[in-house]
DNA sequence: TTGCTGGTCAGTTCGACTAG
DNA sequence: CTAGTCGAACTGACCAGCAA
């Protein structure tokens, strides 16, 4: 079988639909190898990466316009929601609405060419929503303390889900100017339960493993090139040299320059 | 369990300085 | 002149304690 491969990385959220057969999806770090029936949602700027798993498959994808993602939900929802694909509990009514709801579009899809483009793109916009909210809808109610559904290990994982899509922005973003609220905007969460939070799954603060992260690129920037430590201190994501050369003694115990000469 | 508040101190910036 | 260090001042991340 040749394999088909699709995905990549893009500047808007996105709905993918497996209607028939096998795939695996690789979002985030994460694998997920799914029989249809099975639904992902994609958010923005996350790379992501389909391969067939069957001779027969069928799926399709819709990017969504800035109406449909401010519904959309937060990447720590979309990684539980995400994980639940292709073990769908479908004697749940709002999964089988979800699930329902995106067969739908899908023949929407198909009879495209039936409808001038606008009512096309309202009945889809429509159909989107639906789908969106019922998501939400579900998560909500699994995420709820009062639920009898909570269990302990799908609370333990929803912790995980938030910690990791932190680790993962601050593992992409650490060039940029990471600071708590770019984090808290990430999961939604009140700025001093989500440094709690990481702790209590990563026994370190957010920053501390931001500065990890850090501190391994520069170090391997000081071995492997020629590079001065002001270039250094700035393709590592420090903002100011004089910040890096004192975190970096204080770690190291020695300054960048004479780290460098050393090794 | 989750969120808020206020105090503390580490993180960060800036300007001055030294060495080569 | 450039690269790097140091010290002072400011900022905001973090923690502890409390309330809902």
């Given at each position: 079988m040749q394999?088909?491969?699709?995905?990549?990385?893009?500047?808007?959220?996105e709905l993918l639909y497996i209607q028939t057969g096998k795939v695996q999806l690789t979002?985030?770090?994460q694998t997920y190898e799914v029989s249809a029936p099975a639904l992902f949602i994609l958010s923005a700027n996350t790379?992501?990466?389909?391969?067939?798993?069957?001779v027969q498959y069928a799926y399709y994808y819709l990017e969504l316009e800035s109406a449909e993602e401010s519904l959309f939900p937060a990447i720590a929802e979309a990684r539980i929601w995400n994980a639940l694909q292709g073990n769908l509990e479908m004697t749940s009514a709002v999964v089988r609405l979800?699930?329902?709801?995106?067969?739908?579009?899908?023949?929407?899809i198909k009879q495209k060419q039936a409808f001038p483009v606008k009512a096309f793109e309202t009945i889809a916009s429509h159909d989107i929503?639906?789908?969106?909210?019922?998501?939400?809808?579900?998560?909500?109610?699994?995420?709820?303390?009062?639920?009898?559904?909570?269990?302990a290990d799908e609370k333990h994982s929803f912790k995980q889900a938030i910690i990791?899509?932190?680790?993962?922005?601050?593992?992409t973003f650490y060039l940029e100017d990471v600071t708590l609220k770019t984090l808290v905007d990430q999961v939604h969460l009140n700025p001093s339960y989500l440094i709690r939070l990481f702790r209590e799954v990563h026994d370190m603060t957010p920053f501390q493993?931001?500065?990890?992260?850090?501190?391994?690129?520069?170090?391997?920037?000081?071995?492997?090139?020629?590079?001065?430590?002001?270039?250094?201190?700035?393709?590592s994501g420090y903002g100011s040299i004089h910040y890096f050369s004192r975190l970096f003694k204080k770690k190291y115990g020695i300054s960048p320059s004479l780290w460098r000469e050393k090794n």
């Open positions: 394999e088909f491969e699709a995905g990549g990385i893009h500047p808007y959220h979002w985030l770090h790379p992501h990466r389909m391969v067939q798993k069957s979800i699930i329902d709801s995106a067969e739908l579009l899908g023949s929407l929503n639906k789908i969106i909210i019922l998501i939400k809808h579900l998560l909500q109610t699994m995420v709820n303390p009062n639920s009898q559904q909570m269990l990791e899509t932190l680790m993962r922005y601050m593992e493993y931001l500065n990890t992260l850090r501190m391994n690129a520069a170090v391997s920037y000081l071995q492997e090139s020629k590079l001065t430590i002001q270039e250094i201190s700035s393709l």
